[in-house]
């Protein structure tokens, strides 16, 4: 199994231009999220999905849409990328039973940098 | 809301030492989950260690040790032997375990760990 996959891996973006950022999982797994990384604020979760057609949004959702049209891929959408988007984003997938075993796996992120 | 907080941004250790790396969190829950997560210079988010809640018994994974006190509210890592690999950031979190909530946990700001030769 390949785990979580993300693409690209790093990305310099300017202002207003659009970027989707990539993520994929063969384990099957339900749940899919979104988070961001920024230095000295840990990881906040942007979108979360439980499965095919249904997401909804976390802590920090403005400016990034997502979309579930299968269980493997969770695409990330900036319509508008922002300087204040740039960020370490991470995408991480899991089951849904909740059991300690099942915790989430993460890719192994993007660097986003928007000028 | 739950919240975790990391009190030591950066901490340092001499190769062979041990160090505790420090995390408390906030909620109403009964039933959770806490998690330490490495994350090395390649940013990959590495699990370490996991706790249940329910568990009285401390969690152990090799030189990787926590002490899980539940009505104080503190899960601190204990990190026995250090070795100049173990340099890297750690990540105190927290999920709850109700049905369905396997898509969040809630990070702390991390913890900067320094292992001098």
């Known amino acids: 199994n390949a785990g979580v996959t993300q693409t690209p891996k790093f990305q310099v973006l300017k202002t207003g231009q659009s970027m989707t950022l990539q993520c994929a999982q063969d384990m099957n797994h339900e749940y899919m999220s979104w988070y961001r990384q920024d230095p000295g604020m840990g990881l906040r979760l942007i979108h979360y999905?439980?499965?095919?057609?249904?997401?909804d949004q976390g802590e920090v959702p403005n400016g990034y849409n997502v979309s579930r049209s299968t269980t493997e891929d969770f695409p990330l959408r900036l319509l508008s990328a922002a300087p204040s988007q740039t960020s370490v984003y991470f995408c991480?997938?899991?089951?849904?039973?909740?059991?300690?075993?099942?915790?989430?796996?993460f890719g192994p992120g993007t660097r986003l940098t928007v000028l | 809301a739950q919240t975790v907080t990391q009190s030591q941004p950066e901490m340092s250790v001499q190769e062979a030492e041990t160090v505790t790396l420090s995390c408390t969190y906030d909620t109403s829950e009964s039933d959770y989950y806490l998690f330490w997560y490495k994350q090395p210079p390649s940013r990959q988010m590495i699990l370490v260690i996991r706790?249940?809640?329910?568990?009285?018994q401390n969690a152990t994974e090799n030189r990787f040790s926590v002490n899980f006190q539940k009505a104080a509210k503190s899960f601190s890592l204990k990190i026995s032997d250090s070795q100049l690999g173990d340099a890297a950031m750690y990540f105190c979190?927290?999920?709850?375990?109700?049905?369905?909530?396997?898509?969040?946990?809630?990070f702390g700001k991390g913890t900067l760990l320094t292992v001098n030769p």
């Open positions: 979190a927290y999920r709850k375990n109700s049905g369905g909530s396997n898509y969040k946990l809630t």
């Open positions: 999905s439980v499965g095919a057609g249904i997401t």
């Open positions: 991480a997938s899991s089951p849904p039973s909740g059991r300690a075993g099942d915790t989430q796996y």
């Open positions: 706790q249940e809640a329910y568990k009285q």
